[in-house]
């Protein structure tokens, strides 16, 4: 039963094929703390190494936290700062409500809690939305914030960076 309605139901994110060139070439722009791995992503992640090591060394080099709606959490712990999100990644039905779920306007308002508890400054994008289909849009009063505090933006590849400006 486990193996028919759990392990048959998932996906993995194959590479593909294995290139010890791509990973070479890659080497130079991997972020120090992983440059103990070989760096080579399935194609459908849209960065690069260079992007995730700019976009670590973007956030590490700020006070503030930050929020990131997207799939690489890594960032959370190469930049040396706290999670925002009330759960370890946005993976609706599963860490946080689907959206015709009552409880999702109780999961949002956590997370906006969590923003201001935190004094998170910037939301980072990773790209249109998460592997799951999550985007600002999945939560309108977090996208509203958005709207009226954004006053500029930074981008690392895929990654687009909102900076909500200094707290009052």
């Known amino acids: 039963h486990f193996t028919s309605t759990v392990n048959a139901t998932r996906s ?11 990973a070479a070439l890659a080497a130079p722009k991997v972020h120090p ?18 992007h995730l090591r700019d976009l670590v060394e973007f956030l590490k080099a700020r006070e503030e936290p930050f929020l990131l709606i997207g799939d ?3 960032v959370y712990g190469l930049a040396g700062k706290p999670s925002a999100a009330p759960s ?29 508890a935190l004094g ?9 939305h998460t592997w799951i289909g999550v985007s600002l ?23 687009e960076v909102i900076d909500l400006g200094a707290r009052p």
């Not at 993995?12 to 791509?22: G, M």
């Not at 370890?88 to 009552?102: I, N, Q, S, T």
């Not at 998170?120 to 249109?128: D, K, S």
């Open 33 to 50: 703390a992983l440059a103990f791995l070989r760096w080579q992503l399935p194609p459908i992640v849209p960065y690069g190494p260079a």
């Open 120 to 128: 998170v400054r910037f939301v980072v994008l990773e790209g249109e």
């Open 72 to 74: 690489a959490s890594i």
């Open 88 to 116: 370890l990644w946005f993976h609706p039905g599963l860490l946080l409500p689907r959206a015709e779920d009552p409880r999702a306007a109780a999961y949002e308002e956590l997370l906006l809690e969590r923003i201001e």
């Open 137 to 159: 849009a999945s939560f309108p009063r977090l996208q509203a914030l958005v709207a009226e505090r954004r006053v500029g933006n930074a981008r690392f590849g895929p990654f």
């Open 12 to 22: 993995v994110n194959d590479i593909v094929v294995w290139s010890p060139e791509a």
